[in-house]
């Protein structure tokens, strides 16, 4: 079909017959000689067609955008005025003698450019259309980068690429499972696996001792930038090994990524910071670390204010948090109530503002901080000539989220966040459990097999909040690029987990059962972690939504709006499985 691409031609092609296939990205009609810009995945070659054959001439002037098209013609070179140095192919052109249409194009529902993005919906009902813009296409040619350069490191570290299956058991992970009814076996269910997390650890069991895959994952939850109900990512698991030795690993695997595809190298070891630390001053626990706007703590000065908010909620068990923005008392006063207003959506009763102006302190709280406290107040948060000082006065929780977005939406504003930079960390020492107050019970911080500090044992049922995991997440500009921990290897240790947690030794047996029989047969000391590989093409790319490196995603609603899914299914296919649909009014809401 063809003997070269569309990309490849250069001028030492000078006087070679040719034979090229593509799609037409552009026709121009200069009246006597037709330019034909044909391009293909690799590139795009201009087409010259002249009025010595104006058989030819006159179906190149009827070639519409996006037909295929295949083209016999000689190699000629462009003289210097004509020549496009903007492209690789720009000193040449095809001189055609012969062009035959392979399909032809209906009217498009968007121009094939990079120039306009058109709606969403239109791009994700025409997918096979978006991916040919060049943009969206290097985005899934990236992608493909990424995945070639883990899989490279990982085999040169004497790692074995092992399938686990995609039609398992259902068992607590945290997120709801995506079920597969069983036709053989009526009322039982296979769940799609949000992570192979049991089936690696056995394969530790079984002696592969250095495991990894790039596996399709499922959640069934709500959906955000970041968050797809399919996934994909790298997982890995390391027998004899502790925490240590997996982070060391992983700032391997990301220096040599990093360098073999975007040819930027990454320093390591990556800053460790411990999970509470991360809380403290970000706000959370995968910070952005290109800027600052760390959180400041304000409670000692606040209990001495006379201001009465404050003191009560210190009185509560709260905290008194703020950031400081340099230069931001330049801000009017219409922007800072937008940032109030913004801080409420993430639950903050309200947001505090004091300016320095004039060495002085205005603003919302400053009738409270005059004289030496006012001094006490500037000192504790740095606060100079012209600084902003924004502060939320609330419960822990409630506090650090609303200052964690306050702190993002200021780095965007302020220009912080500067693109192309890429900074590393690992954050460490995680709670073990976390209260769910929807549930009124522990649940597991990461996932029930972590393993926690041995120093922290003996407060598993005193204490349970206090107790830290050997936990680790890999974060970069503000997102969580993945998590792992050392694993439980002893059957005891995971069944005193298991109690902590609330599982009755019936519920132990019916749902892990077969898993804690496997650790009664030397199970080694293991460790591993699983990177989103959509969230590192999503970085490494310079988007902020996964579905720009997902070749088919969903929509915020789950729903594929290229084929339909999900969609009903016929009557039949039901009966087989023993399933019926109730109707809305039937169906009750889950527990």
């Not at 219409?334 to 205005?362: C, D, I, N, S």
Request: net charge neutral; glycine share 8%.
């Amino acid at each position: 079909m063809r003997t070269h691409t569309c990309g490849e031609l250069r001028p030492e092609h000078a006087g070679a017959r040719v034979a090229l296939a593509g799609w037409v990205d552009r026709v121009r009609d200069h009246g006597n000689l037709v330019f034909v810009d044909l391009r293909d995945r690799y590139g795009r070659t201009q087409i010259v067609f002249h009025n010595d054959d104006e058989a030819l001439l006159a179906s190149a002037r009827a070639l519409k955008s996006e037909t295929v098209l295949r083209v016999e013609g000689e190699v000629g070179l462009r003289s210097p005025q004509n020549a496009n140095p903007k492209i690789p192919t720009g000193g040449i052109e095809v001189v055609a003698r012969v062009a035959l249409v392979l399909n032809p194009s209906r009217p498009l529902p968007f121009e094939i450019t990079d120039d306009v993005d058109p709606a969403t919906e239109v791009r994700l009902r025409y997918r096979y259309l978006d991916l040919r813009r060049e943009k969206v296409r290097n985005r899934i040619a990236l992608r493909h980068r990424i995945v070639a350069a883990m899989r490279k490191y990982l085999w040169s570290q004497d790692f074995l690429e092992i399938e686990t299956p995609y039609l398992t058991r259902s068992t607590p992970e945290g997120a709801r499972d995506y079920l597969v009814p069983s036709r053989i076996s009526r009322g039982s269910f296979y769940a799609l696996p949000q992570s192979p997390q049991i089936l690696k650890q056995i394969l530790m069991v079984s002696g592969m001792d250095r495991y990894f895959q790039i596996v399709r994952c499922f959640r069934d939850e709500d959906l955000r930038a970041d968050r797809q109900p399919e996934f994909t990512q790298l997982d890995l698991e390391m027998s004899f090994v502790d925490q240590e030795g997996v982070l060391r690993l992983v700032e391997g695997l990301v220096r040599s990524l990093m360098k073999e595809v975007l040819e930027i190298e990454v320093e390591v070891p990556f800053r460790r910071l411990p999970y509470r630390e991360a809380m403290e001053r970000y706000g959370c626990d995968k910070p952005d670390l290109r800027y600052g706007l760390e959180l400041i703590d304000l409670g000692e000065i606040a209990s001495r204010s006379e201001f009465r908010v404050f003191r009560e909620v210190l009185a509560k068990g709260g905290v008194v948090k703020g950031i400081r923005v340099p230069g931001g008392g330049k801000r009017s006063r219409k922007q800072v109530e937008e940032l109030e207003a913004y801080a409420k959506e993430f639950g903050a009763g309200g947001l505090a503002w004091l300016k320095v102006e004039g060495g002085e302190l205005k603003g919302s709280v400053a009738k409270f901080f005059a004289g030496p406290a006012g001094e006490d107040l500037k000192r504790a948060a740095g606060a100079g000539e012209g600084d902003l000082l924004l502060v939320v006065a609330d419960q822990r929780k409630i506090a650090f989220a609303a200052l964690d977005k306050l702190r993002q939406r200021l780095a965007g504003e302020e220009g912080l966040a500067r693109s192309g930079r890429f900074e590393f960390a690992w954050v460490v020492d995680f709670p073990l459990f976390e209260r769910s107050e929807e549930e009124m019970r522990w649940v597991s911080c990461h996932h029930p097999f972590t393993s926690a500090r041995p120093e922290d044992l003996d407060r598993i049922h005193s204490d349970p909040g206090s107790v830290r995991a050997r936990a680790y997440d890999l974060v970069l500009n503000g997102y969580e690029l993945g998590g792992g921990s050392v694993r439980i290897h002893r059957r005891a240790d995971q069944e005193e987990v298991f109690r902590g947690l609330g599982l009755s030794e019936e519920t132990m047996r019916e749902q892990f059962g077969f898993f804690l029989d496997c650790l009664d047969y030397g199970a080694p000391p293991h460790a591993g972690i699983a990177l989103g590989v959509d969230r590192v093409a999503m970085l490494l790319a310079g988007v902020d939504n996964i579905r720009e490196v997902i070749a088919f995603p969903k929509t915020a609603r789950a729903s594929c709006l290229l084929t339909g899914a999900p969609a009903g299914v016929e009557a039949r296919l039901l009966s087989d499985l023993g399933i019926r649909i109730l109707p809305e009014t039937e169906a009750r809401p889950a527990p």
